[in-house]
């Protein structure tokens, strides 16, 4: 079955250092994948997605890029900022179906200091 | 424009006792969604309604029935609480159309322990 795999955290930077989280999946055919993030106490919203190879979703500073022949979706960051300071998940999607149910990673705990 | 809410926010429950734990939408997303989210393991998708009038078993089913009462509404009921299903739940939806197709919008969760 699907499945995405995250690195183990917390990760804990210094402010304005450089962010990756590492994510690698594993699903049948093309999926879409997302990097969703969660602050305390709240629940998950979408912070970028791609839909298909090479695809680079991109927001509030944060990138990842599609790669399929590796298998990955790494987010990265130029500079971190205290308020970055999340859970952040990685998912897939398998495009098929009306459903559009979504397989997440186990989540990586950043923890920003100045 | 609430988006997706969820009641309550917190809850305490003695073992064998029931509850059922409430979500609406107000965008007219088709698609509804419950997850449990514990340490270590991220969401698991619990059960899923693709559009009102219809429900599926997801992920970790057991211990739980659902109800999508209408296009705005999707229950979850433990009948039994039982201390593994100690956990956070949240409520999602999902638009079919424009924008959020592919977008799960998430609810702010409810904190569940059972004792």
């Known amino acids: 079955g699907d499945s995405v795999t995250q690195m183990e955290g917390p990760v804990t930077l210094s402010e304005e250092a450089f962010l990756t989280i590492n994510c690698t999946y594993t699903?049948?055919?093309?999926?879409?994948l997302f990097w969703y993030v969660q602050y305390p106490g709240e629940g998950l919203q979408l912070l970028l997605k791609?839909?298909?190879?090479?695809d680079k979703g991109s927001n509030k500073g944060f990138e990842a890029t599609y790669r399929k022949e590796t298998t990955s979706f790494h987010l990265e960051k130029g500079s971190v900022q205290v308020s970055d300071s999340a859970v952040y998940f990685c998912?897939?999607?398998?495009?098929?179906?009306?459903?559009?149910?979504?397989?997440f990673g186990t989540g990586t705990r950043l923890q920003v200091t100045l | 424009n609430a988006g997706v809410t969820q009641t309550p926010k917190f809850q305490v429950l003695k073992t064998g006792q029931s509850m059922t734990l409430q979500c609406a939408q107000d965008?007219?997303?088709?698609?509804m969604y419950w997850y449990r989210q514990d340490p270590g393991m991220g969401l698991r998708l619990i059960y899923y309604?693709?559009?009102?009038?219809?429900?599926d078993k997801g992920e970790v089913p057991n211990g739980y029935n659902v109800s999508r009462l209408n296009k705005r509404e999707f229950s979850l009921r433990l009948e039994s609480a039982a201390p593994s299903q100690t956990s956070v739940y949240f409520c999602?939806?999902?638009?079919?159309?424009?924008?959020?197709?592919?977008?799960?919008?998430f609810g702010p969760g409810t904190r569940l322990t059972v004792t």
């Open positions: 999602a939806s999902r638009g079919t159309s424009g924008i959020s197709t592919y977008e799960q919008y």
């Open positions: 699903a049948t055919g093309y999926p879409s």
């Open positions: 791609a839909t298909k190879a090479d």
């Open positions: 998912a897939l999607r398998r495009n098929t179906g009306t459903a559009s149910k979504l397989t």
């Open positions: 965008m007219n997303h088709n698609s």
């Open positions: 309604s693709a559009s009102e009038g219809t429900t």
